[in-house]
């Protein structure tokens, strides 16, 4: 079945670096790759999305593209900010016989960003 | 518009006793899920409906788990007897269509804590 794995945290920066957390997936056929935030205390909330190759999905300064030659889907960003501590979660749809299945999530990562 | 509510926010409670927990889906919603959060397994689908029809239910942990969803506004979890290492972050998502055909955006609920001891 389908899989996603994510990079281990938790990662720690200081306000305005540079984030990269890693994403890679097994996957048979063509799934849609999500990054899904959760804030202390939150549930999850969808940050972005691709569903397809090639494509890139952003929202709020964080960038991730849907990478088929290395089954990758790595969330960025260019300058990180407090607020944006929180967990971020890695994830893909079914396909095939799993297609209409709900959601794979990664194990998550945590950020910590300090000022 | 009201997100998915989910009661109770926090729950303590003794091994052996019965817990009930409780989700009312985003109104017009036909999928509804059941996850559990725990450090040490992440986030681990439990059940889902469509159409308030248990469609999966193979992440139930064993027959102590049960979920149901009488109509189309309201679900439970329940855990009974409760053992403590149940103890964590039970959430409660709906989605519009199905997330795995690429159409839906899973919504969460705040989540309800259980400690078991």
């Known amino acids: 079945g389908n899989s996603v794995t994510q990079m281990e945290g938790p990662v720690t920066l200081s306000e305005e670096a540079f984030l990269t957390i890693n994403c890679t997936y097994t996957a048979t056929g063509y799934p849609s790759l999500f990054w899904y935030v959760q804030y202390p205390g939150e549930g999850l909330q969808l940050l972005l999305k691709a569903t397809k190759a090639d494509d890139k999905g952003s929202n709020k300064g964080f960038e991730a593209t849907y990478r088929k030659e290395t089954t990758s889907f790595h969330l960025e960003k260019g300058s990180v900010q407090v607020s944006d501590s929180a967990v971020y979660f890695c994830?893909?749809?079914?396909?095939?016989?799993?297609?209409?299945?709900?959601?794979?999530f990664g194990k998550g990562t945590t950020l910590s960003v300090s000022s | 518009d009201a997100g998915v509510i989910q009661s109770p926010r926090h729950e303590v409670t003794e091994m052996g006793q019965e817990v009930t927990l409780r989700c009312k889906p985003i109104s017009g919603h036909d999928y509804l899920f059941w996850y559990r959060q725990t450090m040490m397994r992440g986030l681990e689908l439990l059940i889902y409906?469509?159409?308030?029809?248990?469609?999966?239910d193979s992440g139930m942990p064993e027959d102590r788990f049960s979920a149901k969803m009488p109509n189309a506004s309201f679900s439970t979890l329940k855990i009974q007897p409760s053992e403590p290492r149940d103890s964590a972050v039970y959430f409660c998502?709906?989605?519009?269509?199905?997330?795995?055909?690429?159409?839906?955006?899973?919504?969460f609920g705040e989540g309800s804590r259980l400690t078991v001891l």
């Open positions: 409906f469509n159409n308030n029809v248990p469609i999966d």
């Open positions: 998502a709906s989605s519009l269509a199905s997330p795995g055909l690429n159409t839906g955006e899973l919504f």
């Open positions: 994830a893909l749809s079914g396909t095939g016989y799993q297609a209409g299945t709900a959601l794979i």
